[in-house]
Protein backbone atom coordinates (compact mmCIF):
# COMPACT_ATOMS: atom_id res chain seq x y z
CA UNK A 1 0.00 0.00 0.00
CA UNK A 2 1.46 3.69 -1.12
CA UNK A 3 0.54 6.96 -0.60
CA UNK A 4 0.86 8.81 -3.87
CA UNK A 5 -0.34 12.21 -5.29
CA UNK A 6 -2.50 11.58 -8.47
CA UNK A 7 -4.98 13.26 -10.93
CA UNK A 8 -8.45 11.70 -10.74
CA UNK A 9 -10.88 11.90 -13.96
CA UNK A 10 -13.92 10.89 -13.97
CA UNK A 11 -15.94 10.66 -17.42
CA UNK A 12 -19.68 9.87 -16.85
CA UNK A 13 -22.17 9.70 -19.52
CA UNK A 14 -26.26 11.46 -19.36
CA UNK A 15 -29.12 11.23 -21.00
CA UNK A 16 -30.34 8.02 -20.65
CA UNK A 17 -31.74 7.58 -17.54
CA UNK A 18 -35.31 9.04 -17.78
CA UNK A 19 -35.92 6.47 -21.20
CA UNK A 20 -34.90 3.52 -18.92
CA UNK A 21 -38.33 3.49 -17.11
CA UNK A 22 -40.07 3.67 -20.53
CA UNK A 23 -41.00 0.04 -22.23
CA UNK A 24 -39.70 0.69 -25.88
CA UNK A 25 -36.12 1.48 -24.46
CA UNK A 26 -33.95 -1.55 -25.58
CA UNK A 27 -31.49 -1.84 -23.45
CA UNK A 28 -29.39 -4.06 -25.47
CA UNK A 29 -28.98 -1.36 -27.61
CA UNK A 30 -28.60 1.29 -24.86
CA UNK A 31 -25.90 -0.56 -23.19
CA UNK A 32 -24.22 -1.22 -26.86
CA UNK A 33 -23.93 2.01 -27.37
CA UNK A 34 -22.79 3.46 -23.74
CA UNK A 35 -19.93 0.87 -24.31
CA UNK A 36 -18.86 2.18 -27.84
CA UNK A 37 -19.70 5.90 -26.33
CA UNK A 38 -16.67 5.18 -23.45
CA UNK A 39 -14.39 3.47 -25.62
CA UNK A 40 -14.27 6.37 -27.94
CA UNK A 41 -13.24 8.50 -25.34
CA UNK A 42 -11.15 5.88 -23.18
CA UNK A 43 -9.20 6.06 -26.51
CA UNK A 44 -8.01 9.31 -26.19
CA UNK A 45 -6.27 9.17 -23.30
CA UNK A 46 -2.54 8.55 -23.27
CA UNK A 47 -0.03 7.87 -20.67
CA UNK A 48 0.22 8.54 -17.67
CA UNK A 49 -3.31 8.88 -17.83
CA UNK A 50 -4.55 5.56 -17.26
CA UNK A 51 -8.30 3.64 -17.19
CA UNK A 52 -8.62 2.16 -13.56
CA UNK A 53 -12.45 1.10 -14.14
CA UNK A 54 -15.18 1.54 -15.72
CA UNK A 55 -18.44 2.17 -13.32
CA UNK A 56 -22.01 1.80 -14.82
CA UNK A 57 -21.97 4.87 -17.54
CA UNK A 58 -18.87 5.96 -16.32
CA UNK A 59 -15.32 5.10 -16.18
CA UNK A 60 -12.71 6.60 -13.52
CA UNK A 61 -9.25 7.14 -14.68
CA UNK A 62 -6.06 8.42 -12.85
CA UNK A 63 -2.64 10.10 -13.21
CA UNK A 64 0.48 9.41 -10.50
CA UNK A 65 2.14 13.22 -10.03
CA UNK A 66 5.51 13.03 -9.36
CA UNK A 67 6.90 16.33 -10.70
CA UNK A 68 5.87 19.60 -11.69
CA UNK A 69 2.03 19.84 -10.59
CA UNK A 70 0.80 22.62 -12.89
CA UNK A 71 3.05 21.20 -15.89
CA UNK A 72 0.99 17.94 -15.13
CA UNK A 73 -2.54 19.55 -15.24
CA UNK A 74 -2.19 21.26 -18.02
CA UNK A 75 -1.71 17.82 -19.90
CA UNK A 76 -4.62 16.18 -18.15
CA UNK A 77 -6.66 18.74 -19.02
CA UNK A 78 -5.98 18.64 -22.67
CA UNK A 79 -6.17 15.21 -22.98
CA UNK A 80 -9.67 15.43 -20.90
CA UNK A 81 -11.11 18.21 -23.72
CA UNK A 82 -9.82 15.82 -26.46
CA UNK A 83 -12.59 13.33 -25.10
CA UNK A 84 -15.45 16.02 -26.05
CA UNK A 85 -15.14 16.29 -29.98
CA UNK A 86 -14.31 12.23 -29.98
CA UNK A 87 -17.41 11.53 -27.98
CA UNK A 88 -19.38 14.08 -30.20
CA UNK A 89 -18.08 12.35 -33.38
CA UNK A 90 -18.72 9.09 -32.13
CA UNK A 91 -22.40 9.62 -31.26
CA UNK A 92 -22.65 11.23 -34.88
CA UNK A 93 -21.37 7.74 -36.35
CA UNK A 94 -23.73 5.75 -34.13
CA UNK A 95 -26.86 8.06 -34.57
CA UNK A 96 -26.06 7.43 -38.31
CA UNK A 97 -25.04 3.41 -37.88
CA UNK A 98 -28.26 2.78 -36.14
CA UNK A 99 -30.49 4.39 -37.89
CA UNK A 100 -32.23 1.17 -39.19
CA UNK A 101 -33.50 0.69 -35.60
CA UNK A 102 -36.51 2.86 -34.47
CA UNK A 103 -35.83 1.33 -30.67
CA UNK A 104 -35.71 4.55 -27.79
CA UNK A 105 -31.90 3.68 -27.50
CA UNK A 106 -30.93 4.51 -30.82
CA UNK A 107 -33.06 7.28 -31.67
CA UNK A 108 -32.12 9.32 -28.86
CA UNK A 109 -28.59 8.89 -29.27
CA UNK A 110 -28.33 12.47 -29.70
CA UNK A 111 -29.34 13.32 -25.87
CA UNK A 112 -26.58 11.48 -24.87
CA UNK A 113 -23.66 14.13 -23.67
CA UNK A 114 -20.68 13.65 -21.81
CA UNK A 115 -19.49 15.20 -18.22
CA UNK A 116 -15.67 15.27 -16.94
CA UNK A 117 -14.85 15.82 -13.59
CA UNK A 118 -10.96 16.63 -12.53
CA UNK A 119 -9.16 16.74 -8.82
CA UNK A 120 -6.12 16.07 -7.91
CA UNK A 121 -4.84 15.11 -4.41
CA UNK A 122 -3.56 12.80 -2.19
CA UNK A 123 -4.76 9.14 -2.66
CA UNK A 124 -3.64 5.50 -0.90
CA UNK A 125 -2.74 3.22 -4.00
CA UNK A 126 -3.23 -0.79 -3.41
CA UNK A 127 -2.40 -3.45 -5.73
CA UNK A 128 -4.42 -6.55 -5.76
CA UNK A 129 -2.91 -8.98 -8.09
CA UNK A 130 -2.91 -6.89 -11.25
CA UNK A 131 -5.40 -4.40 -10.18
CA UNK A 132 -4.72 -1.12 -8.56
CA UNK A 133 -7.37 -0.01 -6.38
CA UNK A 134 -7.73 3.62 -5.54
CA UNK A 135 -8.76 4.70 -1.90
CA UNK A 136 -8.80 8.02 0.34
CA UNK A 137 -10.73 10.65 0.47
CA UNK A 138 -9.86 12.45 -2.51
CA UNK A 139 -11.36 9.28 -4.47
CA UNK A 140 -14.89 9.32 -2.29
CA UNK A 141 -14.57 13.58 -3.47
CA UNK A 142 -14.24 12.95 -6.83
CA UNK A 143 -17.11 10.49 -6.94
CA UNK A 144 -19.42 12.51 -4.68
CA UNK A 145 -19.29 15.60 -7.23
CA UNK A 146 -20.83 13.05 -9.67
CA UNK A 147 -24.08 14.66 -7.91
CA UNK A 148 -24.57 17.96 -7.89
CA UNK A 149 -26.16 20.90 -8.70
CA UNK A 150 -25.18 22.19 -12.10
CA UNK A 151 -28.62 21.70 -14.20
CA UNK A 152 -26.43 21.57 -17.77
CA UNK A 153 -25.69 18.18 -19.02
CA UNK A 154 -22.95 18.88 -20.37
CA UNK A 155 -19.63 19.89 -18.96
CA UNK A 156 -16.01 20.05 -17.46
CA UNK A 157 -15.97 20.28 -13.94
CA UNK A 158 -13.09 20.82 -11.77
CA UNK A 159 -12.20 20.75 -7.78
CA UNK A 160 -10.75 24.70 -6.82
CA UNK A 161 -7.49 22.81 -6.01
CA UNK A 162 -7.39 21.39 -10.18
CA UNK A 163 -8.27 24.63 -11.73
CA UNK A 164 -6.27 26.62 -10.26
CA UNK A 165 -2.99 24.84 -11.47
CA UNK A 166 -4.20 25.54 -15.25
CA UNK A 167 -5.62 28.36 -17.32
CA UNK A 168 -8.87 29.09 -18.31
CA UNK A 169 -10.14 27.61 -21.70
CA UNK A 170 -10.65 29.55 -24.69
CA UNK A 171 -14.44 29.51 -25.70
CA UNK A 172 -15.53 27.69 -23.07
CA UNK A 173 -17.64 29.48 -20.51
CA UNK A 174 -16.89 29.34 -16.94
CA UNK A 175 -18.72 29.47 -13.60
CA UNK A 176 -17.17 29.23 -10.10
CA UNK A 177 -19.72 28.20 -7.48
CA UNK A 178 -19.60 25.63 -4.53
CA UNK A 179 -21.34 22.34 -3.80
CA UNK A 180 -23.09 21.80 -0.22
CA UNK A 181 -22.95 17.98 0.80
CA UNK A 182 -25.15 17.34 4.12
CA UNK A 183 -23.27 18.67 6.77
CA UNK A 184 -19.92 19.27 4.98
CA UNK A 185 -17.33 22.43 4.27
CA UNK A 186 -18.59 23.48 0.55
CA UNK A 187 -16.26 22.34 -2.07
CA UNK A 188 -15.42 25.29 -4.31
CA UNK A 189 -15.17 23.50 -8.20
CA UNK A 190 -15.11 25.69 -11.35
CA UNK A 191 -17.70 24.18 -14.44
CA UNK A 192 -16.31 25.01 -17.81
CA UNK A 193 -19.15 24.76 -20.32
CA UNK A 194 -18.18 24.18 -23.97
CA UNK A 195 -19.84 26.10 -26.92
CA UNK A 196 -22.92 24.73 -27.88
CA UNK A 197 -22.87 21.81 -30.99
CA UNK A 198 -24.63 21.76 -33.44
CA UNK A 199 -25.35 18.04 -34.39
CA UNK A 200 -25.26 16.90 -38.21
CA UNK A 201 -28.25 16.40 -40.23
CA UNK A 202 -29.17 12.40 -39.48
CA UNK A 203 -28.65 10.24 -43.12
CA UNK A 204 -30.28 6.86 -44.05
CA UNK A 205 -27.76 4.59 -44.56
CA UNK A 206 -27.48 2.84 -48.37
CA UNK A 207 -28.51 -0.24 -49.07
CA UNK A 208 -25.01 -1.93 -49.07
CA UNK A 209 -24.08 -0.20 -46.00
CA UNK A 210 -27.95 -2.21 -43.97
CA UNK A 211 -26.48 -5.36 -45.57
CA UNK A 212 -23.02 -4.61 -43.64
CA UNK A 213 -25.28 -3.55 -40.93
CA UNK A 214 -27.17 -6.60 -40.95
CA UNK A 215 -23.54 -8.57 -40.91
CA UNK A 216 -22.63 -6.78 -37.84
CA UNK A 217 -25.64 -7.42 -36.07
CA UNK A 218 -25.66 -11.41 -36.84
CA UNK A 219 -21.35 -11.14 -35.54
CA UNK A 220 -22.71 -9.55 -32.68
CA UNK A 221 -25.56 -12.12 -32.04
CA UNK A 222 -23.30 -15.30 -31.89
CA UNK A 223 -20.38 -12.86 -29.88
CA UNK A 224 -23.10 -12.48 -27.05
CA UNK A 225 -24.61 -15.64 -27.77
CA UNK A 226 -21.56 -17.95 -27.20
CA UNK A 227 -19.49 -15.54 -25.34
CA UNK A 228 -16.74 -15.41 -27.87
CA UNK A 229 -14.21 -12.79 -27.72
CA UNK A 230 -14.85 -9.53 -28.89
CA UNK A 231 -13.28 -7.82 -32.00
CA UNK A 232 -10.73 -5.29 -31.50
CA UNK A 233 -13.24 -2.69 -31.26
CA UNK A 234 -14.72 -3.85 -27.57
CA UNK A 235 -11.82 -4.82 -26.55
CA UNK A 236 -11.64 -3.44 -22.84
CA UNK A 237 -15.18 -4.27 -22.54
CA UNK A 238 -15.72 -7.16 -20.28
CA UNK A 239 -17.58 -9.87 -22.28
CA UNK A 240 -21.11 -11.29 -21.44
CA UNK A 241 -23.38 -13.56 -22.23
CA UNK A 242 -27.33 -12.86 -23.47
CA UNK A 243 -29.64 -15.61 -23.99
CA UNK A 244 -29.94 -15.91 -27.61
CA UNK A 245 -33.74 -15.80 -28.23
CA UNK A 246 -33.53 -12.26 -26.13
CA UNK A 247 -31.19 -11.44 -28.69
CA UNK A 248 -33.32 -12.79 -31.75
CA UNK A 249 -36.25 -10.98 -30.35
CA UNK A 250 -35.09 -7.84 -30.47
CA UNK A 251 -32.91 -7.97 -33.84
CA UNK A 252 -36.70 -8.87 -35.50
CA UNK A 253 -38.10 -6.18 -33.59
CA UNK A 254 -40.92 -8.54 -31.60
ZN1 LIG B 1 -31.98 0.12 -31.24
Not at 66 to 92: C, E, M, S, Y
Not at 97 to 121: E, N, W
Not at 130 to 146: C, P, T, Y
Not at 218 to 226: A, D, Y
Request: hydrophobic content about 40%; proline content about 4%; glycine content about 4%.
Amino acid sequence: MKLRHAALVIVDISGYTQFIRQRNLSLLHAEEIISQLLESVIDKAEYPLILNKLEGDAAFLYALWDGNHAQAAQDILQQVLAFFPAFRHKAAELSHDTSYCDCDACTHISRLKLKAFLHHGEVVLKKIRQFEELAGDNVILIHRLLKNGVEANEYLLMTESFSTLTDDIPEFKKESRAEEYDGEEPIKVDVFYPPTFVTPLEVKPSASRKVSMFGAQIQRLFTRTFGASRTDDFKHIPNEKVGFFAYFKEMMGF
